[in-house]
């Protein structure tokens, strides 16, 4: 989260007089100085009136500064969704409006440079789709809560150089996907013996390019 301009939004507690700035006076008046109303750049206190604005105003949100770090808040609900997130991608590629997919990649799949642009009629029928700005917003969602398409998007990565209209096809099919599994979220719950437990998946050198 950035606030812009951010230390013009602290209120002053004490009374600040501030001489006018060069051009901004008129004859006759130049003996008069600015009484501050809040709090600008350059004031020895606007860094401090700016955290007791942000506090304020995150701690109305349900969010409490943490007693190690004041500099860190948290807000615990007990789970984590991307919900909203995910429908702004889908808006922003036109595919809010899609039909959902049960999967975003089946067994028998397969991904090669053969899929590629070969002339220059392919590349110029590839040339004005979003094939980058969909992988990268995909794989934003995938490193936060959607771990489940994380397999299909490091496929997708491979071919950002030289993506073909199969790729971009498999990368709406993710979108698809998540159409129909947006409301999907991680819980969390408190416990004493938290054990965490790493998958990993292995297709026994599927990558037709590279044999790995």
Known sequence: MDVKTAFLNGNLEEEVDMKQPKGFSSSGDEHLACKLKKSIYGLKQASRQWYLKFHDVISSFGFMENIMDQCIYQKISGSMSQETYINKVLERFQMKDCSPSIAPIIKGNRFNLNQCP??????EQMKNIPYASVVGSLMYAQVYTRLDIAFVVGI??????????????????????LQGTKD?????????????????????????????
């Open 184 to 212: 999907y979220m991680l819980m969390y719950r408190w416990t004493d013996n938290l054990e965490v437990i790493g998958y990993s998946n292995s297709d026994y050198a599927g990558y037709i390019d590279s044999q790995k």
């Open 118 to 123: 070969k002339n220059d009629p392919e590349r």
């Open 156 to 177: 997708l990565g491979r071919y950002q150089s030289n993506p073909g209209i199969d790729h971009w096809k498999v990368a709406k099919k993710v979108m698809k996907y």
